[in-house]
């Protein structure tokens, strides 16, 4: 079956740039729109942004300035970065297949902090 | 953006009974386009209902969704002890995708 796994480093100093990345196994990522998706502590669901296999990608306003999405199709891997991360941007980091996020990773806990 | 407004925010509730969950838009959509999680503590979302009405994969026929225009409903009808979580509403049609604030489902 399609699973997703988030990597990355779970704690990012203010300022600095929040990266992470997504693998897609059981199936190939050159096909559907592929997702990030956030939850702060106790919050809601934000959506960050997605990228289709071409390269092609749609970011959340609230975010885009500082929201880049990539894909890597040789490894089938797609990955964030969000770059002057603030305390604010603390969140456990989903990623997830679109549209309908019907597939999910277990997601990543990432903590800005110094 | 369209903005979801779930209510209501905390329903509380006993196995066996009936849960009815509301998601309101700040304005009109294709129903094509909502889904519905749940979220149990420490776990992923998991999806529910896509296209406002079409259960997904492996979720059981206790689990309905209903609604078009802004106002969609989630309806379990008959709560089993793992439904008691939190719920979701999510519009993708349109860009930025949203979600609801979500609705808590206790016992």
């Known amino acids: 079956q399609v699973q997703l796994q988030e990597s990355g480093p779970g704690l990012v100093k203010p300022s600095e740039t929040l990266s992470l990345t997504c693998t897609v196994s059981?199936?190939?990522?050159?096909?559907?729109?592929w997702s990030w998706i956030r939850q702060p502590p106790g919050k809601g669901l934000e959506w960050i942004g997605h990228?289709?296999?071409?390269?092609?990608?749609n970011y959340n306003p609230s975010l885009r300035t500082r929201v880049t999405i990539s894909v890597d199709t040789s490894k089938n891997q797609f990955s964030l970065k969000l770059s002057s991360v603030t305390a604010a941007d603390t969140a456990v980091y989903y990623c997830?297949?679109?549209?309908?996020?019907?597939?999910w990773g277990q997601g990543t806990m990432v903590t800005v902090s110094s | 953006e369209i903005v979801l407004t779930q209510s209501p925010g905390t329903l509380s509730l006993s196995p066996g009974e009936r849960a009815t969950l509301s998601c309101r838009a700040s304005?009109?959509?294709?129903?094509?386009?909502l889904a519905w999680y749940q979220q149990k503590p420490g776990q992923a979302p998991r999806l529910l209902i896509y296209?406002?009405?079409s259960r997904a994969t492996g979720i059981p026929d206790r689990f309905s969704g209903s609604g078009s225009g802004t106002d969609f409903t989630l309806t379990i009808s008959r709560l089993e002890p793992e439904d008691f979580a939190v719920y979701y509403c999510?519009?993708?049609?349109?860009?930025?995708?949203?979600f609801g604030q979500g609705t808590k489902v206790e016992i």
């Open positions: 059981g199936a190939s990522i050159s096909s559907y729109y």
């Open positions: 304005q009109s959509f294709s129903s094509t386009y």
């Open positions: 990228i289709y296999y071409s390269g092609s990608t």
């Open positions: 997830a297949r679109s549209s309908a996020f019907d597939i």
């Open positions: 999510l519009q993708y049609g349109s860009s930025p995708r949203t």
């Open positions: 296209g406002a009405s």
